[in-house]
């Protein structure tokens, strides 16, 4: 049998963020008939990892890939998932653990916001005229910021006038201070590209900052969107093709 997948997201208060997970491995399961696909939440939602590893091992599971949905490795990924696990795999005998890696950067999450500005209206023939704020949630960790600030430099390369990267918090600048900063050097037009996977307090917080500079454009966050379900199924392949990364766990 193949490894089950376990995605495992940060978790929120807001319900449209549980829901927008579920969704998205709904289209995981949708893509992939006969793979065992679970969810579990680091915070604010259940399961926790510990509940939802408890359960597949209750079930009969052995072997199991734990896929951060995450857009950068950092504070989460290096630390809270792996105390997680290994928590659950000191007291679960015999369950074995890979941890696939996390989803950014890869081309197709540039797709995937590709698809939310057009959803929002633009057109390819406004890539030329229009200047694009990638909004992030942000993070203390430097090694994410530059990971963000590449994936910025990256997407400027597919032809828009310029992208820029903007953090909800913990960096700077704030979405609605690079929507100015665009607007100050001439720039046409300016979207908004929220770079986050679910709605939540920091998502608000992007879109209440583009509409108090008066972006032009607010795209909706990454949600359930196709090439991110493809996505994880990439980095659960790579994953599970890694014999050398299968081991127990342990505290």
Same mark, same amino acid.
């Given at each position: 049998?193949?490894?089950?997948?376990?995605?495992?997201?940060?978790?929120?208060?807001?319900?449209?963020?549980?829901?927008?997970?579920?969704?998205?491995?709904?289209?995981?399961?949708?893509?992939?008939?006969?793979? /065992?696909?679970?969810?579990?939440?680091?915070?604010?939602?259940?399961?926790?990892?510990?509940?939802?590893?408890?359960?597949?091992?209750?079930?009969?599971?052995?072997?199991?890939?734990?896929?951060?949905?995450?857009?950068?490795?950092?504070?989460?990924?290096?630390?809270?998932?792996?105390?997680?696990?290994?928590?659950?795999?000191?007291?679960?005998?015999?369950?074995?653990?890979?941890?696939?890696?996390?989803?950014?950067?890869?081309?197709?999450?540039?797709?995937?916001?590709?698809? /939310?500005?057009?959803?929002?209206?633009?057109? *390819?023939?406004?890539?030329?005229?229009?200047?694009?704020?990638?909004?992030?949630?942000?993070?203390?960790?430097?090694?994410?910021?530059?990971?963000?600030?590449?994936?910025?430099?990256?997407?400027?390369?597919?032809?828009?006038?310029?992208? /820029?990267?903007?953090?909800?918090?913990?960096?700077? *600048?704030?979405?609605?201070?690079?929507?100015?900063?665009?607007?100050?050097?001439?720039?046409? /037009?300016?979207?908004?590209?929220?770079?986050?996977?679910?709605?939540?307090?920091?998502?608000?917080?992007?879109?209440?900052?583009?509409?108090?500079?008066?972006?032009?454009?607010?795209?909706?966050?990454?949600?359930?969107?196709?090439?991110?379900?493809?996505?994880?199924?990439?980095?659960?392949?790579?994953?599970?093709?890694?014999?050398?990364?299968?081991?127990?766990?342990?505290?």
């Amino acid at each position: 049998m193949s490894p089950a997948l376990l995605v495992i997201a940060h978790g929120s208060r807001d319900p449209r963020h549980a829901a927008t997970v579920h969704a998205l491995t709904g289209r995981v399961r949708a893509l992939r008939p006969g793979l /065992r696909v679970e969810t579990a939440f680091l915070d604010f939602n259940t399961p926790s990892v510990g509940q939802a590893l408890s359960a597949l091992y209750l079930s009969g599971v052995r072997e199991v890939v734990a896929l951060p949905l995450l857009l950068t490795r950092a504070f989460h990924a290096k630390s809270d998932i792996p105390a997680a696990l290994a928590e659950s795999t000191s007291r679960l005998p015999g369950l074995s653990v890979r941890v696939a890696d996390v989803l950014g950067p890869s081309p197709l999450l540039l797709t995937a916001l590709e698809r /939310r500005l057009s959803e929002a209206g633009l057109t *390819p023939a406004d890539r030329a005229t229009t200047a694009v704020v990638l909004a992030s949630a942000g993070s203390t960790d430097p090694e994410a910021i530059a990971v963000i600030a590449e994936t910025a430099r990256e997407w400027r390369r597919t032809g828009w006038c310029a992208v /820029r990267p903007a953090f909800a918090s913990a960096a700077l *600048p704030r979405t609605e201070d690079a929507v100015r900063a665009l607007r100050a050097e001439g720039f046409e /037009r300016v979207a908004v590209a929220p770079y986050v996977i679910a709605p939540g307090r920091l998502p608000d917080r992007i879109a209440a900052g583009a509409d108090a500079a008066g972006a032009d454009v607010v795209a909706d966050v990454l949600g359930a969107a196709p090439e991110l379900a493809r996505l994880l199924l990439r980095r659960y392949d790579a994953s599970a093709a890694a014999p050398s990364v299968l081991r127990a766990l342990t505290a």
